[in-house]
């Protein structure tokens, strides 16, 4: 009984370290370029917006870019944008620029620190992330419509946003 009650006072105390983390950091993410920026800045464009969340050693996140990149290409001028966070963190950031020359990656990328893009998923979808590639859809006027762990059909993507002008 102590053991569960100690297990239950640890998991609260990391819950509420990661929601104070949230409120106040926002999701940390930087360009390329190193500038910092919100997730919140890419959300409400009037298009949907699909995030990938992956990692450079992720094998998955490496054969579903193409996919991703196709959907962003076709869809880019008319409904739907595809954004990019790569988990390896700022500090890894020359690491990711490298992984993305070599890649095929026709949507925007940005890098995040694990800590908070996990804190910041885990408030908008009320899960823990459980690994990459992770996907998110936005409505266009911005709000979370779905989340995907591990990888995503493109048909399924498509047939969800023709059902939901």
Not at 43 to 55: D, P
Not at 60 to 86: M, R, T, W, Y
Not at 129 to 141: A, I
């Amino acid at each position: 009984m102590l053991k569960n009650r100690h297990s239950y006072l640890l998991s609260l105390l990391i819950v509420l370290f990661l929601g104070f983390q949230t409120a106040h950091a926002g999701m940390e993410l930087q360009k390329l370029s190193g500038e910092r920026v919100d997730l919140d800045d890419y959300r409400g464009t009037g298009k949907w917006l699909l995030v990938m969340i992956w990692a450079t050693d992720c094998h998955i996140c490496h054969q579903q870019k193409p996919l991703i990149s196709d959907f962003h290409d076709k869809h880019q001028n008319i409904d739907a944008e595809v954004l990019g966070i790569a988990l390896d963190g700022p500090q890894r950031i020359d690491e990711v620029k490298q992984y993305l020359e070599t890649t095929k990656v026709t949507f925007p990328t940005l890098v995040g620190d694990l800590l908070f893009v996990s804190s910041h998923y885990l408030e908008l979808t009320e899960e823990s992330l459980r690994g990459t590639p992770t996907y998110l859809l936005f409505s266009p006027d911005g709000e979370l419509l779905g989340n995907n762990p591990g990888p995503l059909r493109i048909s399924a993507l498509e047939d969800f946003i023709a059902r939901h002008p």
